[in-house]
């Protein structure tokens, strides 16, 4: 038939031209905050949310020798969600939160799943529905992280270093919802 396996594509983000210059005004901007405030590495985190799906393969299909655009059954089906995962600058985890599209519980994993009860109550993961069609953080959901998760994380770190009122640092990508007013003003 003339066909080989190919692998579907899309075409990759692009770097800002003064990278260099971004990522050098964020580590002196580090830098002197973490010195002038004597900053402790369990009380920097950094966060950052990632788009996971279900799939059944990854995204190869069949198609003719040497076709450049390869178009396939299904791959707009996004079955999927959102993680937001955190890390110290220690080396330590926070709990996860994972965001799913829909507006009742019922979009959740349900309970009687394998591991449910150790993810949310040992490793205090976090399953929430984003309250609309989508899988993305949403003002009410970047709220329950903040509340649930990152302040009762460095909470705990300043009673265990005995430091309550040490300034705290959080490193977030900016997504529209992180750049909005309403975020801004409530944090």
């Avoid at 279900?54 to 996004?78: C, F, H, W």
């Avoid at 890390?87 to 507006?103: D, N, T």
């Avoid at 349900?110 to 205090?124: C, D, G, M, P, V």
């Amino acid at each position: 038939m003339g066909w080989s396996l190919r692998h579907a594509i899309c075409p990759g983000k692009k770097t800002p031209e003064n990278i260099t210059q971004v990522l050098t005004d964020a580590a002196f901007c580090f830098t002197h905050t973490i010195s002038e405030h004597n900053v402790p590495k369990p009380l920097s985190v950094n966060s950052d949310q990632t788009g996971v799906w279900y799939s059944a393969g990854n995204l190869e299909t069949y198609a003719p020798i040497g076709s450049k655009q390869v178009e396939m059954v299904g791959k707009d089906e996004r079955w999927a969600f959102t993680l937001m995962v955190g890390i110290s600058m220690s080396g330590e985890v926070l709990p996860f939160q994972a965001i799913y599209a829909g507006r009742t519980p019922a979009s959740l994993p349900t309970s009687s799943a394998s591991n449910y009860t150790k993810a949310t109550e040992e490793l205090r993961f976090r399953f929430e529905h984003s309250g609309n069609d989508t899988y993305w953080s949403t003002m009410d959901t970047i709220q329950s992280y903040v509340t649930n998760i990152l302040a009762q994380y460095f909470e705990s770190h300043r009673q265990r270093l005995n430091l309550p009122n040490q300034l705290c640092i959080w490193q977030i990508d900016c997504w529209s919802v992180h750049q909005s007013l309403e975020f801004r003003s409530w944090m």
